[in-house]
């Protein structure tokens, strides 16, 4: 019996999609080609990899909670699982439950009351270092401030000291698990990613060590899972997990923001009045943040255009059927937020930046599974009420003290581990008055 595969483009689609992808620099525009001629389901053949694509509402229901079990997120061969070896990110089934469980309750709605104030004085601590009418690339210096709250919050540790030392090391596991040629070549060489994965490594344990000696019941990730009874090796792979995705996703959320603000002067000086309205000059809060609803409209309109995490992968566990399409079993399946946010069927005008999408009035009617940027199902982004917090706390904060007026120079779309504005966003910041 002959298996029918979601289709593959035609090749007009595959010329208009290389063009796309010259343009463009990089393999969302050509996915984006493939899903106008083909829909929300379609499979492609890229130099032997050769995953089938989903994307749309109903393609994620399916994936993320209908048929939740029969995919897998863990893929051997792939550098993220090499690299997290047993984090939450990167197992399955019971093992991804308990260690779920066992890192919830440091990422509490209640615990965000906690990390507030440090989420006002790493930005602080950061933007100390700007001179009146610098231009600095905010992609940098928003990197600086998501690496200090992640392990500032979560860790209980101040990174000041040790950030610049392990930056490069850093950006070279982050450029490890980006696309790249593994993808093509299965065990593909690490190349010098190997001291810079000891490097952090060793950070990791030295801090485990640490608080495995001090014993002093503290509610941050760290110490919950210390308490827990897990071996080293087990909290070193959760500590990663967060240290990487927890930082990476909340870098690119704030550098796009700052981008799309630059972009359009008219929605920053909104955003703005906003801020100097409900905030009076005082420093952003839990409770006076709840007021700023503009900002909540321009942030989750910044992750509709550039979600950062733009691609999902899972391997298909037993043969499935999607919409008349046969799913085999073994099959490599990603998942495309990116493609979702952008599909004209679901959003008018996709690649415009209109915050007031998000407003009450025009969110009526949205179907589900359309807007989902940190995930869906029981599987979403455990960090999804921390980084969302945390974005309008920084932004808020940058839009009381500082202008910014974004360089001319081109920004495009790269997909490295997350979906990043390169070669970077670089602005040129005034204090105010």
């Known amino acids: ?37 083909l829909g929300d389901a379609f499979s492609f053949n890229l130099l032997g990899f050769d995953p089938i694509m989903l994307s749309g509402p109903e393609a994620n229901r399916f994936l993320l909670v209908e048929q939740r079990d029969q995919f897998s997120w863990r893929i051997p061969t792939d550098p ?38 440090m989420f006002r004085h790493y930005t602080d601590q950061v933007t100390a270092a700007w001179q009146d009418g610098q231009t600095r690339d905010l992609l940098i210096e928003m990197r600086r401030v998501a690496l200090l709250i992640l392990v500032g919050t979560l860790f209980r540790v101040d990174f000041t000291s040790d950030l610049d030392d392990l930056w490069p090391s850093i950006m070279t596991m982050l450029k490890h698990i980006s696309p790249g ?57 959760q500590l990663l997990t967060m240290f990487i995705a927890g930082h990476d996703t909340s870098t690119a959320m704030l550098a796009w923001l700052l981008y799309l603000l630059g972009k359009h002067p008219d929605v920053m000086a909104r955003a703005r009045g906003e801020v100097d309205t409900h905030l009076k000059g ?8 709840a007021q700023l ?15 950062p995490i733009h691609l999902g992968t899972r391997r298909i566990i037993n043969d499935l059927q ?27 005008d996709p690649g415009v930046f209109n915050p007031d999408r998000f407003l009450p009035e025009n969110e009526r009617g949205r179907q589900p599974y359309t807007y989902l940027p940190f995930g869906g199902g ?18 808020a904060r940058l839009l009381q003290t500082f202008d910014f007026t974004l360089d001319p120079a081109r920004v495009h779309v790269t997909m490295g581990a997350t979906l990043e504005p390169r070669p970077g966003v670089m602005m040129t910041v005034r204090k105010r008055g």
């Open 1 to 37: 019996m002959s298996t029918k595969l979601p289709p593959q483009p035609s090749a007009q689609a595959g010329r208009l999609a290389l063009t796309a992808l010259l343009r463009e620099k990089n393999l969302l525009a050509a996915l984006e080609v493939f899903r106008a001629e």
């Open 80 to 117: 993220v699982a090499k690299l997290l070896r047993k984090g939450v990110l990167v197992t399955d089934g019971a093992e991804h439950d308990h260690l779920r469980r066992a890192m919830q309750p440091a990422l509490h709605k209640r615990m965000l009351t906690v990390y507030v104030e």
């Open 181 to 237: 040629l593994w993808m093509f070549w299965t065990n593909a060489p690490a190349g010098n990613a190997a001291p810079a994965l000891n490097a952090v490594d060793q950070y990791l344990y030295d801090i485990i060590q640490e608080r495995r000696e001090e014993n002093d019941g503290g509610e941050d990730l760290l110490s919950v899972l210390v308490a827990s009874g897990m071996d080293d090796g087990l909290i070193r792979d």
């Open 282 to 289: 005082e420093p952003p809060t839990i409770e006076n943040a």
């Open 293 to 307: 609803r503009y900002l909540q409209c321009v942030i989750d309109e910044t992750l509709r255009l550039y979600p």
């Open 322 to 348: 999607f919409q008349g399409y046969d799913l085999p079993e073994g099959k490599r399946a990603n998942y495309s937020i990116y493609l979702t946010h952008r599909s004209p069927e679901y959003w008018p």
């Open 378 to 395: 029981p599987r979403n982004c455990i960090g999804a009420a921390f980084a969302q917090v945390e974005a309008k706390i920084v932004l």
